[in-house]
T-cell receptor
Framework: DAGVIQSPRHEVTEMGQEVTLRCKPI?????LFWYRQTMMRGLELLIY????????DSGMPEDRFSAKMPNASFSTLKIQPSEPRDSAVYFC????????????FGPGTSLTVT | DAKTTQPPSMDCAEGRAANLPCNHS???????VYWYRQIHSQGPQYIIH???NNETNEMASLIITEDRKSSTLILPHATLRDTAVYYC??????????FGKGITLSVRP
């Protein structure tokens, strides 16, 4: 199994631009999670999906952030417009069960907004 | 959610056992203890979890005290590749993992 796949691995963009991060979960997993990691705030859960449906988006910082999961094998996290404070590493994770704390993380996308 | 307390850092010699402590004095009866680690520049990696019995897998052992107020993750023969930040997490609601600052383990040659 290839594990959780994220793209791009690194993204550098200018303030105000739209950024789209992509994730392919492990095949057969039905829960997907988006996290953000910064030095100041550590690792934070942004949103998670179960069977492609958003279950909890209380961690999404503001309306500039949106996430979709159009099918079981693909999810996107979009930031529009991006700001320098969005610079962070964004991780996607998946798990096999609806309520599962055994999550498998991707390699992350390092985002820098200048 | 119950919270955990971990020392900020520790080190151990390569080949020796690494014992990583965690306090979770407010844990509830149905909450599990999970351990993850994060090697530099990688995503977190699941290690092991337990409720009240000791658990062992190919990576580590988890010892939970009888009162469940603390636990210890044991890496029986630490290698340089085990250098990482280790997170002790008590499960929250709806699959939420709340990562604290963790403990930085440095394995020295």
């Amino acid at each position: 199994d290839a594990g959780v796949i994220q793209s791009p691995r690194h993204e550098v963009t200018e303030m105000g631009q739209e950024v789209t991060l992509r994730c392919k979960p492990i095949s057969g997993h039905n829960s997907l999670f988006w996290y953000r990691q910064t030095m100041m705030r550590g690792l934070e859960l942004l949103i998670y999906f179960n069977n492609n449906v958003p279950i909890d988006d209380s961690g999404m910082p503001e309306d500039r952030f949106s996430a979709k999961m159009p099918n079981a094998s693909f999810s996107t996290l979009k930031i529009q417009p991006s700001e320098p404070r969005d610079s962070a590493v964004y991780f996607c994770a998946s798990s096999a069960d609806r309520v599962s704390y055994e999550q498998y993380f991707g390699p992350g996308t390092s985002l820098t907004v200048t | 959610d119950a919270k955990t307390t971990q020392p900020p850092s520790m080190d151990c010699a390569e080949g020796r056992a690494a014992n990583l402590p965690c306090n979770h004095s407010t844990i509830s009866g149905n909450e599990y203890v999970y351990w993850y680690r994060q090697i530099h520049s990688q995503g977190p990696q699941y290690i092991i979890h337990g409720l009240k019995n000791n658990e062992t897998n190919e990576m580590a052992s988890l010892i939970i005290t009888e009162d469940r107020k603390s636990s210890t993750l044991i890496l029986p023969h630490a290698t340089l590749r085990d250098t990482a930040v280790y997170y002790c997490i008590v499960t929250g609601a709806n699959s939420k993992l709340t990562f604290g600052k963790g403990i930085t383990l440095s394995v020295r040659p």
